[in-house]
């Protein structure tokens, strides 16, 4: 096996690689959302409000129906399909569980992906027409990257434990005695995961859901 050629890493020395830092700014998501939620394409729009699970964009889009517990409200990756290659177990919020809700009505596609398209490996690829769309209706510029960066800079701002918020976005929670104690469980994350959830639907300007009257869920509108 070659040896890594010595350039390399002295052209990194030399031509540092700036870290990406770029996000969706929170006075711009409430025409971001707009834009989303009108994409003519159901599977393209309900992809990119990933927004509210702060997953990695591939881990996305691979997502299977296998993966979806909806008796007990998680979202179940194995550690040989995420980038950490550590097991993602996440909570799911309200508005992640009504869109997953959503798509499950209308049918499961024979391929098994929540979000399949015609594309060779099944499900939605880097989804670039998207979110040119929504550039040209919004001005706002962004990958599917940056929609995590954004969750994680919302998360921050809602004081939640810096424990947790690895944990929601599968990071290392570290390597100090304290950290490798801690133990994160989903239940533990449920609280958590709804804050972040309930302050981006806040700067989303997400219409608040049908009040329940005798514990039935009212329609958003009743007609005259």
Not at 42 to 47: I, T, W
Not at 51 to 65: K, N, P, Q, V, Y
């Amino acid at each position: 096996m070659c040896a890594p050629h010595p350039v390399r890493r002295l052209h990194k020395q030399w031509y540092p690689v700036p870290v990406r830092v770029s996000s969706v700014k929170t006075d711009q998501l409430a025409a971001f959302h707009r834009a989303v939620t009108g994409l003519p394409n159901p599977v393209q729009r309900d992809y990119l409000l990933l927004l509210f699970t702060g997953m990695r964009s591939g881990e996305t889009a691979a997502l299977r129906w296998d993966d979806v517990d909806f008796t007990l409200g998680v979202i179940r990756l194995p550690a040989t399909r995420t980038k950490a290659k550590r097991k993602l177990d996440l909570p799911m919020t309200d508005i992640v569980r009504e869109l997953l809700d959503d798509r499950r009505s209308i049918g499961r596609d024979a391929s098994g992906f929540v979000f399949p398209a015609n594309s060779e490996s099944g499900h939605i690829e880097e989804p670039k027409h998207p979110l040119k769309l929504v550039a040209k209706a919004t001005g706002i510029v962004v990958t599917p990257h940056d929609l995590r960066r954004t969750y994680v800079t919302i998360a921050e701002s809602t004081d939640i434990s810096f424990l947790a918020l690895k944990a929601l976005i599968n990071h290392s929670l570290g390597s100090d005695v304290t950290s490798d104690y801690a133990q994160i469980t989903v239940e533990r994350l449920r609280e958590p995961a709804q804050r972040v959830a309930d302050r981006i639907k806040a700067l989303c300007a997400v219409p608040p859901a049908p009040t329940a009257v005798n514990g039935a869920p009212q329609p958003a509108d009743v007609a005259e």
